[in-house]
């Protein structure tokens, strides 16, 4: 029943902001027409909306999760239009702010300690409020006459998990239904897109776990002059309570406090681009949230002239194979190159798509992609732009997204979107590709490439002596003809039966020379005389043994 009326309040909104036509030519229409006499009609200013905008201001009125829905749907612009994806990047994640004195006791049952004790200070207000956690000022203790660290303590809302669950479990229901009914699903794919809204919030769901990519992120830039991450305490850490060195700075997209503070936005611009190719491509662990909100500069006068960036909310990150890392760089260099045929050739080795598309296919298309692009001036070309249309033309080809890729195409997009409203005529090739040129350089020298095998070389020593073993295994398996794979066409049965066949005929004549040689140092050996009578029996059956053997062995042609 609760999920019953849950699921009638979505029905009313939608109808409310006449999203109904999102679902035309499905089943689920009927149904809706015959409800909208029952729902106020929409206003004129809301009819007047777009439907992206529509859709925005109902997901903000059905809640949080249906928030942090909108939020990660916007960065899937392979399944939503881009004017709607835009829309839904719009979507902020702040909500009323629960009762202070409940985070309280959340904060004391999670570390074991009496707030007092735990604490010097900790601020009731909260800092700020969002769908899944809320965040409060607080002062460690101090020692010896040294003043308390100054700190932020992130609290989960009491409940969280369980809203989270019934939700999570409407929407499935809600993305069977579109699976079966919509005539886009297959484009749609409503199940994968919940399955990626269920991962990323169980990972925002443990604070452990934001504060380990908080730790990895802060090792990897430690002493930088280009960013900053907080330091995490782990003393004052649980999986439903994360504590962080308090910073302060200016949100990166106030254009005004950042001009009034000196900063020189050219730099800050540029510095933003180099830090995002470096996180990818050196580090592979970029911070993948990266809105204005959790991106602020530091206000430090001594830095106005060479800014530094501070990183804050680590809930969602990202990371790629090797594989994929090496791929992606080298799409991005044959992009600058305007070297087509090599994009297409890397889509098809990543195995981004299957083997069996025509290179010169791809090529022409992404010709055709890339091409009306440099008629411009490369201060205006994007590279998230020219690597998602890229995408959404591979997709024509079979092209398999994974979710790794969407979300670097999304985070690139808000750190392009911010290095242009630092800087209007920046020009995002000229600065990143001297920075992925020296990674690369770097990441594939001898040098690099010697000391890779040095890490890895305890791990084949270790495994070098059960080698003669792996490989005597697989020699009886070739011999018995067992194997684990089972042949799905007649060409390879054919291929194998034949591989077989040598492989008899191969151990035929080893045995049939082996037998002809005992055979010999028998005869030399036992023989009593000349004649045939005074050789041995077991002379004899060495002999036809190794005579049959090899006869056996000998090729034959096909009949």
């Known amino acids: 029943m609760t999920a019953l009326r849950r699921a009638l309040r979505i029905a009313r909104v939608l109808l409310r902001y006449r999203l109904d036509d999102l679902l035309t030519g499905t089943p689920a229409e009927r149904w809706l027409r015959l409800a909208r006499p029952f729902v106020p009609r929409a206003s004129r200013e809301v009819a007047a909306m777009p439907p992206g905008e529509r859709l925005r201001l109902a997901l903000q009125e059905l809640g949080p999760i249906f928030v942090k829905f909108g939020q ?64 409060h000022a607080a002062t460690l203790h101090g020692e010896a006459g040294v003043p308390g660290r100054e700190v932020v303590v992130k609290v989960l809302r009491p409940g969280v998990e369980g809203r989270i669950a019934s939700d999570i479990a409407l929407l499935r229901r809600i993305a069977a239904l579109v699976d079966r009914t919509h005539p886009n699903a297959d484009k749609i794919r409503p199940r994968e897109v919940v399955a990626e809204i269920e991962n990323t919030l169980a990972a925002e769901l443990d604070l452990l776990r934001e504060g380990a990519n908080a730790s990895v992120l802060r090792r990897h830039w430690i002493g930088s002059d280009d960013l900053y991450v907080p330091d995490v305490v782990w003393s004052h850490t649980a999986d439903r309570v994360l504590t962080l060195e308090r910073v302060h700075g200016i949100p990166s997209d106030d254009i005004a406090a950042l001009d009034a503070a000196g900063i020189d936005r050219r730099a800050l611009a540029a510095k933003g681009v180099r830090v995002f190719y470096t996180q990818v491509f050196r580090d592979n662990f970029f911070h993948a949230d990266a809105h204005a909100g959790n991106i602020w500069v530091d206000p430090d006068p001594a830095r106005v002239r060479d800014p530094r960036f501070i990183a804050l909310d680590f809930g969602i990150v990202g990371q790629l194979s ?27 080795q990543a195995g981004w798509m299957p083997a069996h598309v025509r290179i010169d296919e791809l090529e022409a298309a992404t010709r055709a992609v890339c091409e009306p692009y440099f008629t411009r001036p490369l201060s205006e070309i994007s590279l998230a732009e020219v690597l998602g249309k890229l995408f959404r033309t591979a997709q024509r080809y079979e092209l398999t997204l994974q979710p790794q890729l969407i979300l670097l195409q999304k985070t690139l997009l808000s750190i392009e979107g911010l290095g242009r409203l630092l800087d209007p005529k920046i020009d995002i090739w000229a600065v990143a590709r001297p920075v992925l040129q020296k990674i690369l350089l770097e990441r594939y020298s001898p040098r690099r490439l010697a000391g890779e095998f040095r890490r890895r070389l305890p791990e084949l020593v270790t495994h070098a002596p059960e080698m003669p073993v792996l490989l005597h295994a697989w020699l009886r398996q070739q011999v ?49 005389g000349p004649r045939l009578a005074d050789v041995p029996l077991a002379t004899w059956v060495a002999g036809l043994g190794g005579v049959w053997a090899l006869f056996a062995a000998w090729p034959r042609k096909p009949r």
Not at 105 to 114: N, Q, S, T
Not at 501 to 527: F, H, M, N
Request: aromatic share 6%; hydrophobic share 50%.
């Open 322 to 348: 090797r594989e994929d890392q090496y791929y992606l760089a080298e799409n991005f260099m044959a992009i600058f190159n305007r070297d087509y045929r090599r994009i297409a050739e890397l889509h098809v």
């Open 480 to 528: 018995e003809g067992r194997h684990e794979l089972q042949m799905r066409s007649t060409d390879l049965a054919a291929l194998t039966a034949s591989v077989h066949g040598l492989q008899r005929r191969v151990v035929g004549a080893i045995v049939g020379v082996g037998l002809l040689i005992a055979a010999s140092v028998l005869y030399a050996l036992e023989a009593g």
């Open 72 to 135: 990660i749907l916007s960065t899937r612009r392979d399944l939503v239009p881009p004017d709607i994806a835009e829309q839904l990047a719009l979507l902020q994640d702040r909500v009323a702010p629960f009762d202070g004195q409940v985070a309280c006791g959340l904060v004391e049952r999670a570390l074991g300690l009496d707030i007092g004790v735990a604490f010097a200070r900790f601020d009731i207000a909260p800092l700020a409020s969002a769908s899944v956690a809320q965040v």
